[in-house]
């Protein structure tokens, strides 16, 4: 029998919660208050209608081998010891959340995915495989990370012009250094640039709903999540 999946892609500034493409998505706002016991307490909330078998959760925090390996920057604390499975009672596979979106993004080849959001989410997908970067740390002007330029905090600083001039200039060299055939520019500010050079491609926040069901495909079939 199919799996329903419930798709959760928790971000710096909301939680999103998916369970079709059809149904409209659910949310509640996220922030540096939002520890794992809240984020329970408010997701079973929202989706006490609906039915789903499985969970796949997208996270703002390095995923390694399906667990959170570093407590995220933008949201409360405790999160990386969290039983998921335990506190929802029921099947749950965690990613990257910009990986997640990538995932749902791909359509063949060497793909690079940036999302503009919070902080700045990357990924690395091609056969089959997909490489969870965590390329907004890279020290960058003045030894600040790179997401502090790419991120909000640089779109407010900066403003939209300079902004969007900020990442037509950088995005490109990380195209040139993963050797990548396209670009995928997701996260909510992704939307604000208004001229994309060619090999370069708007995803959509809705991609994280694909990304989440491709994560719980049969094993002949899986991805190698890294």
């Known amino acids: 029998m199919k799996k329903r999946i419930l798709v959760i892609d928790v971000g710096g500034s909301n939680v999103k919660l998916m369970i079709s493409n059809r149904v ?6 996220s922030g540096k208050t939002l520890t794992p016991g809240k984020f329970v307490d ?3 909330k929202l989706v006490r209608d609906w039915k789903f078998d499985v969970i796949a959760i997208g996270f703002p925090a390095p995923v390694k081998n399906g667990r959170i390996a570093l407590e995220p ?3 409360g604390k405790g999160w990386r010891r969290f039983n ?6 029921k099947p749950v596979r965690v990613m990257n959340d910009a990986a997640m979106q990538a995932l749902g993004s791909y359509h063949g080849k060497r ?4 999302g503009f959001g919070t902080g700045l989410g990357s990924a690395l997908l091609w056969n089959r495989t997909v490489l969870q970067l965590e390329l907004g740390d890279l020290p960058y002007f003045d030894d600040q990370p790179l997401e502090d330029y ?3 905090d640089g779109r407010d600083q900066l403003g939209d012009k300079k902004w969007e001039s900020e990442v037509l200039r950088i995005v490109p060299e990380l195209k040139k250094a993963f050797i990548a055939d396209y670009v995928v520019l997701g996260g909510g500010n ?16 809705r991609n994280a709903y694909t ?8 094993r002949g079939n899986a991805w190698d999540i890294i």
């Open 42 to 44: 408010q997701t079973k």
């Open 73 to 75: 920057k933008h949201l």
């Open 84 to 89: 998921f499975r335990r506190a929802f009672g």
């Open 24 to 29: 409209k998505r659910r949310k509640f706002p």
């Open 150 to 152: 790419l991120g909000d």
């Open 190 to 205: 992704a939307k604000c640039i208004e001229r994309l050079p060619r090999g370069f491609e708007l995803g959509h926040n």
């Open 211 to 218: 990304g989440g069901v491709r994560l719980w495909q049969d």
């Open 111 to 114: 793909m690079l995915f940036l």
